[in-house]
Nanobody, 123 residues
Framework: VQLQASGGGLVQAGDSLRLSCANP????????VGWFRQAPGQERELVAA????????YYGDSVKGRFTISRDVAKSTVYLQMNSLKPEDTAAYYC?????????????????WGQGTQVTVSS
């Protein structure tokens, strides 16, 4: 496994969580990265993405203003800070690295995936 997602859990509505995506082998470490989520019976959707240096970022409409994607180059780790969580944010969250340094919004442009980390938000 090249990307290792962690930080999920069971929280209440309004709480915060920070997901981490470690990349210990520094696989595609200079590539664009993204966080996806998938709820049962639904398609995997892009939540947030950034290019290699964070100069460009994308957020899905449902998370704008609440989620923040960031990267610690020294630690080779990507984060997703999630604030004001809602029950509809409940899903398995996946981190992924894109095919090059750009910001990608299509799932097909991501070539390395971590395992999911479950986020459950109770009302």
């Amino acid at each position: 496994v090249q990307l290792q997602a962690s930080g999920g859990g069971l929280v209440q509505a309004g709480d915060s969580l920070r997901l981490s995506c470690a990349n210990p082998r520094r696989t595609a470490s200079n590539n664009g990265v993204g966080w996806f989520r998938q709820a049962p019976g639904q398609e995997r959707e892009l939540v947030a993405a950034m290019n290699w240096n964070g100069g460009s970022k994308y957020y899905g409409d449902s998370v704008k203003g609440r989620f923040t994607i960031s990267r610690d180059v020294a630690k080779s780790t990507v984060y997703l800070q999630m604030n004001s969580l809602k029950p509809e944010d409940t899903a398995a969250y996946y981190c992924a690295a894109g095919r090059s340094s750009y910001l990608y919004t299509l799932k097909s442009d991501y070539i390395y995936w971590g395992q999911g980390t479950q986020v459950t938000v109770s009302s």
